[in-house]
Nanobody, 115 residues
Framework: VQLVESGGGLVQPGGSLRLSCAASGFAFSRYVMSWYRQASGKERELVAS????????NYADSVKGRFTISRDNAMNAVYVEMNSLKPEDTGVYYCHVVIGPRNYWGKGTLVTVSS
């Protein structure tokens, strides 16, 4: 299983970013996919998740209305579109999947929201 995130960077408050996660090594279309984030000195937290077909999504209260998770099962990819970014959105964003008893994580991509 391999999860590779991309798309992070430095953005001003109010700006937007789109993160991508390229997945390989498993039957991507069968699994719920999630994005987590971890700010410096804080615990990792769930940002958003999406069902295997993309028909159901779930968001942390802190990002509802600003972030949109989506997936492309033909491309084995999951995305998160982040709008109206705030400094408190700063952190490392991780792609995540649970397969059987195991959690799999990517290495993360850093998002910094600062003026």
């Amino acid at each position: 299983v391999q999860l590779v995130e991309s798309g992070g960077g430095l953005v001003q408050p109010g700006g937007s970013l789109r993160l991508s996660c390229a997945a390989s090594g498993f039957a991507f279309s069968r699994y719920v996919m999630s994005w987590y984030r971890q700010a410096s000195g804080k615990e990792r937290e769930l940002v958003a998740s999406i069902s295997s077909t993309g028909g159901n999504t779930n968001y942390a209260d802190s990002v509802k209305g600003r972030f949109t998770i989506s997936r492309d099962n033909a491309m084995n990819a999951v995305y998160v579109e982040m709008n109206s970014l705030k400094p408190e959105d700063t952190g490392v964003y991780y792609c995540h999947v649970v397969i059987g008893p195991r959690n799999y994580w990517g290495k993360g991509t850093l998002v910094t929201v600062s003026s």
